[in-house]
């Protein structure tokens, strides 16, 4: 028995022994077929009338044949393909499955002194919170981080959740202080993160920690002079539409970063030499070092030393960072 290896196609063991052995033997009777397949009648016959409605086999001239293989694969595979997008579609909208398991939990009863603001405290629980949050961000996310430098630890966990809202093209809108501009890799983070799509503005000033979420859940700490305390998280429509005033109040009188990182990388030095400008858009465009050395005309060793030296001058973790970040300063 042959291997069954259109299983991915949507077809059971048995439709596709039918199936191959009518290709075998075209024309053959299938009134007994599952006699010489070894396989139970009423399977067999059930998998014959759905290969019919598939179109993989058909009467013609009064026989059973199965149709060309290009056309049945491409058919199944273009079915299967369908039945995919509907589930992955079905994944990008999780909200109302959400709510719909939401409803099934009884209503709590009642209290005096029920809370309508949850309060948030360890580490651990606070980054969970704000996972779940960015993962069931649709429409807008909006930060106001008073940090004066991210650690690489807050940019590796800060970097997944922000990229992915930015993906689904969420508008993230952040606020931060200007000394933040002064660290490489926080410079550079914020970099990333425009070029991907954020929009941040730059304060002189800035000693609010606040998050919003869809402008439905707000996030704010628990001691604004000690973050490590915890923070308080609300859907109450007065306390979230109090911290969404102030962050647009800060918005509108803040500087753009990106025309403020420009500016920067030009007082900072100057740009890429002509052969780092011809090694940078090779980088981008060819799939080989080898290839790109050959195009430049330079050794394979001093082709890779330009690319080091480019990512040291963009502060850049990677070559794909680095392409983010040279398309951010219009190197390329």
Not at 61 to 69: F, M, V, Y
Not at 86 to 105: F, M, Q
Request: net charge negative.
């Amino acid at each position: 028995m042959p291997e069954h290896k259109m299983l991915v196609l949507g077809l059971s063991h048995i439709e596709e022994d039918i199936y191959r052995h009518l290709l075998r033997n075209p024309g053959i009777e299938v009134d007994d077929i599952h006699v010489l397949l070894r396989h139970e009648a009423e399977p067999t016959r059930r998998s014959i009338r759905r290969l019919r409605e598939l179109k993989i086999i058909q009467q013609v001239d009064g026989q059973t044949r199965a149709c060309e293989p290009e056309l049945v694969v491409a058919r199944l595979a273009e079915q299967r393909l369908e039945e995919l997008y509907d589930d992955i579609r079905s994944l990008t909208h999780l909200r109302p499955l959400v709510d719909s398991l939401g409803r099934e939990i009884p209503e709590p009863e009642p209290e005096d002194d029920e809370k309508s603001v949850e309060r948030i405290t360890g580490l651990e629980a606070i980054r969970t919170r704000l996972d779940e949050l960015a993962f069931f961000a649709r429409e807008e996310v909006l930060a106001a981080e008073p940090y004066d430098a991210l650690t690489p630890e807050n940019i590796g966990n800060s970097r997944p959740l922000d990229l992915r809202c930015l993906r689904r093209g969420v508008s993230c809108r952040s606020l931060i202080r200007r000394v933040a501009m002064e660290d490489g890799p926080t410079l550079a983070y914020l970099q990333e993160l425009t070029a991907a799509g954020a929009r941040i503005r730059v304060l002189d000033e800035l000693d609010e920690l606040m998050l919003v979420y869809d402008r439905h859940t707000a996030l704010v700490p628990l001691d604004p002079g000690n973050t490590a305390k915890g923070a308080l998280c609300s859907q109450e429509e007065g306390i979230v539409t109090t911290v969404v005033n102030n962050f647009e109040r800060l918005w509108a009188g803040a500087e753009d970063f990106a025309a403020l990182a420009g500016q920067r990388a030009g007082a900072d030095g100057p740009g890429p030499t002509e052969i780092q400008a011809k090694v940078l858009r090779l980088m981008c465009t060819v799939g080989k070092d080898e290839i790109g050395a050959r195009e430049a005309g330079i050794a394979l060793r001093t082709y890779r030393r330009h690319i080091s030296d480019l990512m040291q001058l963009l502060g850049a973790e990677n070559r794909a960072h680095a392409a983010l970040l040279a398309r951010e300063r219009n190197w390329i």
